[in-house]
């Protein structure tokens, strides 16, 4: 049965974009040839979810487009969808983690945004968060983390900096 993962970078205080959907202040941090284990994490995926903010914006930057992957984008608005393997999905979403798991054992990129990601945190659906801490003070923008509907206890399983100043933080769910 395939995890359901979170991997995603956030300001030092918290902020995933600014307040109008840039993310250019990751920029330098790619640039320096690091990939964070993306490449890895990526391969070990079959699926991917994400909110349709997110979706508009890798529609807009085709670069971050998630193909070779099934998509769902939590929508109930008409988008036009980027090819045969993206759906919508206006579920429930314990509902569409027990689909995916009946058509696939590959593990279930939650992509973002910040509103997604704690919808599945208050239904006890992420299995791994793979957070990465970048060094940089946004001041305002986007949380990470908006909506939780009670506290959400985690387990730090492993700690990586990175020679730019970037920490993953690999944590699990606690039941």
Known sequence: ??????????SLDGFIARKDDDISW?????ARGEDYGYGDFIRSMGTAI?????????????????????????????????????ERWHGPLSELVQEIRRESERDIYI??????????????L???????????????????FTGLQSEVSLHLVQASPYSTGIVKLLYVQKS
């Open 1 to 10: 049965m395939g995890k359901v993962c979170v991997y995603i970078a956030t």
């Open 26 to 30: 990751l920029d330098p941090f790619n």
């Open 50 to 86: 994400m909110g349709a903010r997110t979706y508009e914006q890798s529609l807009a930057n085709p670069e971050r487009l998630l193909t070779g992957l099934k998509n769902y984008i939590l929508t109930s608005r008409s988008l036009p969808l980027a090819g045969a393997d993206t």
């Open 111 to 124: 992509v973002g945004g910040g509103q997604v990601i704690s919808r599945f945190l208050n239904e006890g």
């Open 126 to 144: 992420i299995d791994e968060m793979h957070l990465f801490i970048v060094p940089v003070l946004l001041g305002e923008g986007i949380p990470l």
